[in-house]
């Protein structure tokens, strides 16, 4: 049947109409050959404007679609769905992204932009041609789940799909289960952390359809959504997992400082090692008279630009229970930002209110910390600032120091990535699909994510998007069969000359290369 495209070049409000000259764009398509209709949408994916596309298909016999829009990472299954409601196949739909690819980067280039996407329709409308009809195929799912990391994000996930009647393999590489958490001992609110996370470690062992691997580490990873499997190392030996979906909670690692004499002076410490000293109430600690604490170390610099998130709540907290402890010591926090957003915004001004100071510094005007004695002889170390406020360097005579270290990704982050198949950020985390639209879930299909293996986070924001994993493997997991695409790569025998480079470069694993007749 020989092809008859229709083209329909969207505006997107003025994502791509204030930009790109749609109208010329639209003439452009019209001289292409087989095309035989185009138009321009003021928004594509609008009700009205798919059954304009339904329409036009059934009025004009077209058999090939092409959409000038957006990204088909965001509504291609839309028009798909078009397609076959028009009835076409719905394989015979092509995508020309003229947004991301094109309005959203040449804005201030509106000739060129308006070329690049006629060029982009071009090739779009050259391709629809060669397109062939497909047909998707049914899978069956394997209705178990696994959950790598055994912390609160991943326990959370793993109690809410068990409870909903699912079996679940959770891994935890070290020999016992919490994570980060085991270092917690309370939050601002006032929960007690290792109370909450013993209940949880006692039900994750209670229920029977949760299997624990302590001291784990995946050698390898295979399959596909609903048919994953994977082959485990732990205390119970080396097991063979078979899941229909995995979940990514493998949390995250802290920056050891290298700078203000850490790890040459045991006075400076992180926040993590103060709020253990304060859960145990250490003597040396309630003995100081002034405690320094330095915000931002190890992030927001050159080489680690994003903000840890979570370090000026910890600032506070422990600020806080400090004064509750001990009222009469001086307790400075030395910042650049204080971002203790929503609601912890209240203990920031608690904290000020009972007389913690808040000292401002510069990037360009690091602290210093030196070891010293005050003016009674007393060994201290000597912590200068330069406060904008009153204009002059201050120096803080400290007993000690605490540390608001960056939190990082995992040391496991890029190996678990490349057993997964799933990318990570600029910042080194795991990242999602769709930040508004697939927030827990990877652009691999059956593969999900939850907790600080995202980004830093708060306990309470853990757990609400360890419930929001489990959702989206749950609706997963209830289903019988999952569709698989139809497009499926072939390989061309007559072509082939048996080199085995792309069983090689195959980081998926779905090429082998076996002896033939003739050959490889």
């Not at 229709?6 to 791509?16: L, M, P, R, W």
């Not at 991943?154 to 085991?182: D, F, P, Y």
């Amino acid at each position: 049947e020989r092809p008859r495209i229709g083209v329909f070049v969207c505006h997107c409000g003025a994502n791509i109409g204030s930009v790109v000259n749609v109208p010329s764009t639209v003439e452009y398509a019209l001289t292409l050959p087989n095309v035989v209709h185009a138009q321009e949408q003021l928004f594509s994916c609008a009700t009205n404007s798919a059954k304009e596309i339904t329409d036009m298909i059934r009025e004009k016999g077209l058999n090939r679609v092409v959409v000038a829009a957006c990204s088909p990472r965001t509504l291609e299954p839309l028009f798909r769905d078009t397609l076959r409601e028009a009835g076409i196949n719905q394989y015979y739909y092509e995508m020309a992204n003229i947004r991301e690819h094109n309005s959203w980067v040449h804005s201030k280039e509106k000739e060129e932009a308006t070329q690049k996407a006629k060029d982009i329709i071009r090739m779009s409308v050259a391709r629809a041609a060669h397109l062939e009809p497909l047909r998707e195929f049914d899978l069956p799912v394997n209705k178990a789940a696994l959950v790598v990391g055994g912390g609160v994000a991943g326990m959370t996930c793993a109690l809410s799909i068990a409870n909903q009647g699912h079996e679940v393999h959770l891994l935890e590489k070290e020999t016992e289960l919490g994570g980060m958490a085991r270092r917690l001992h309370y939050t601002l609110e006032g929960l007690d952390v290792q109370a909450y996370l013993a209940e949880m470690v006692r039900r994750v062992y209670r229920n029977p359809l949760i299997h624990v691997y302590t001291g784990a580490t995946i050698t390898q990873a295979a399959g596909y959504v609903g048919n994953f499997v994977t082959t485990v190392r732990s205390e119970r030996g080396i097991t063979e997992i078979r899941h229909g979906a995995a979940v990514i909670a493998i949390g995250a690692g802290v920056y050891a400082p290298t700078e203000y004499l850490y790890g040459e002076d045991d006075r400076v410490i992180t926040h993590l090692e103060l709020e253990e000293r304060i859960a145990r109430g250490d003597g040396k600690l309630m003995d100081a008279r002034r405690l320094v604490m330095i915000q931002c170390v190890g992030c927001r610099q050159e080489d680690r630009s994003y903000c840890s998130r979570v370090c000026c709540g910890e600032s506070v907290k422990n600020a806080l229970k400090l004064k509750e402890l001990k009222p009469e010591m001086d307790v400075y926090i030395l910042f650049r930002d204080m971002r203790t957003y929503g609601f912890k915004e209240d203990y920031y001004r608690e904290a000020a209110g009972r007389e913690v100071r808040f000292i401002r510094w510069e990037p360009s005007d690091k602290p210093v910390v030196q070891p010293g004695e005050d003016e009674e002889g007393r060994s201290v170390l000597k912590v200068s600032v330069p406060d904008s406020v009153l204009g002059r360097r201050l120096e803080i005579d400290a007993d000690l120091v605490a540390l608001a270290a960056a939190v990082v990704p995992a040391p496991e982050t890029r190996e678990v990535a490349g057993l997964f198949k799933v990318t990570l950020s600029p910042d080194g985390f795991f990242k999602e699909a769709h930040v508004k639209l697939r927030p827990v879930e990877f652009g691999t299909d059956g593969v999900y994510l939850c907790g600080m293996a995202h980004y830093p986070k708060y306990l309470p924001e853990t757990v609400n998007q360890a419930y929001g994993a489990a959702g989206r493997v749950l609706t997963l997991l209830s289903r019988d069969t999952v569709v698989a695409s139809g497009s499926v790569c072939e390989v061309d025998a007559g072509k082939c000359m048996g080199c085995g480079a792309c069983a090689e470069a195959c980081t998926y694993g779905a090429i082998a290369l076996r002896e033939g007749r003739g050959g490889a």
